[in-house]
């Protein structure tokens, strides 16, 4: 039961999507393992003259894998998202005083990693979109540095990013008003961003034998076709090394 709800926000985006576009701004990030779904009786608010969104549920499991499934509980547990979002663009403006992204309860994972109870994760705002159906269900979507917590060494090397459907919305696209929802979802870990910066490239007929230069120092090269005259290409790199 509990992995067909997780894997009930695809379903649903999947339904919305077909149904109509009329704004689609989502970061859309694959969430992997481990991921943590949130309940349908969750509250999605706007508050356009703040500029505040927030997110209020009840964390319901941990799901390590596709088959490790783990009850969340506690009296107090929670998932709460609190961020800042510009009323005229929609765009992030950032978080706000104090963790934007807080999950607190009480969880066993048994061994070798123990029970943890109080406050699970935290997280700093770095991204947001949005999805403003044709019908009453909408989509938010962030992606959040991990600050802390007793499970913050689950997602260590990683980002953290949380998919939320918001059924019997009254969003409609724009932020220059209040809004208000429902709120149910998954948050799960999301590989870092890997950006590579191409400053300068070289071609040459064949691999030197040597420290090979040209204009700058270069480090590795790969063949990038094939032919007579072979070319090499690679990026430069702030230092010469012998090949």
């Not at 947001?128 to 962030?142: A, I, M, P, V």
């Not at 910066?197 to 040597?210: D, E, H, N």
């Not at 290409?233 to 702030?238: D, R, S, T, Y």
Request: glycine fraction near 12%.
């Amino acid at each position: 039961m509990f992995r067909k709800y997780i894997h009930l926000f695809a379903a649903l985006l999947a339904m919305i999507v077909i149904a109509g576009q009329s704004h689609a701004e989502l970061l859309e990030d694959t969430l992997n393992f481990p991921k943590i779904s949130f309940d349908s009786q969750g509250t999605t608010d706007y508050v356009a003259s703040g500029q505040i969104l927030s997110i209020n549920a009840s964390p319901l499991v941990i799901e390590l894998s596709g088959s490790e499934l783990t009850l969340i509980t506690g009296d107090c547990r929670s998932l709460s998202i609190n961020v800042q979002i510009d009323n005229s663009s929609g765009a992030l403006v950032g978080g706000v005083s104090g963790n934007d992204l807080d999950v607190i309860g009480t969880v066993d994972l048994g061994s070798p990693q123990g029970s943890f109870s109080g406050v699970l994760l935290t997280g700093e705002v770095t991204a947001f979109g949005f999805y403003n159906s044709d019908g009453t269900t909408d989509l938010f979507d962030f992606r959040f540095e991990v600050s802390g917590g007793e499970l913050g060494f689950l997602y260590q090397g990683k980002n953290i990013g949380v998919q939320v459907a918001s059924e019997q919305s009254s969003f409609g696209g724009n932020f220059d008003e209040d809004f208000e929802g429902e709120a149910k979802g998954t948050l799960g870990a999301v590989a870092p961003a890997c950006t590579l910066v191409v400053t300068k490239t070289c071609f040459v007929p064949s691999p030197p034998s040597g420290v090979f230069e040209c204009d700058k120092p270069i480090n590795v090269l790969t063949k990038s076709a094939e032919g007579l005259y072979p070319q090499w290409i690679q990026a430069f790199v702030p230092f010469k090394k012998s090949l």
